[in-house]
């Protein structure tokens, strides 16, 4: 299985689950990324900075860091 910052731009999946302490998963779910929610790589960018993901009608840029704690699945 996948983790969301290994996609590349423009590619879409489905959120399967998320890791990490249980702060890190509250934020990440007040974000709107939830289990079953699909996720698209609007923009990624190099070096580790933040990537941008459109989910729900919404753009939300996250740390690589926090992208590798949520698990995907296209």
Do not use: W
Not at 14 to 38: D, K, Y
Not at 39 to 66: C, H, W
Request: proline fraction near 3%; hydrophobic fraction near 45%; charged fraction near 20%.
């Amino acid at each position: 299985m996948q983790t969301l910052n290994q996609l590349k731009s423009n590619e879409t999946a489905q959120i399967t689950s998320l890791e990490g302490e249980n702060a890190h998963i509250m934020r990440l779910c007040a974000l709107g990324f939830v289990p079953g929610a699909i996720v698209n790589v609007f923009k990624e960018t190099l070096m580790g900075g933040p990537s941008i993901y459109s989910i729900q009608d919404s753009k939300i840029a996250l740390r690589a860091a926090d992208a590798n704690l949520i698990r995907v699945a296209r």
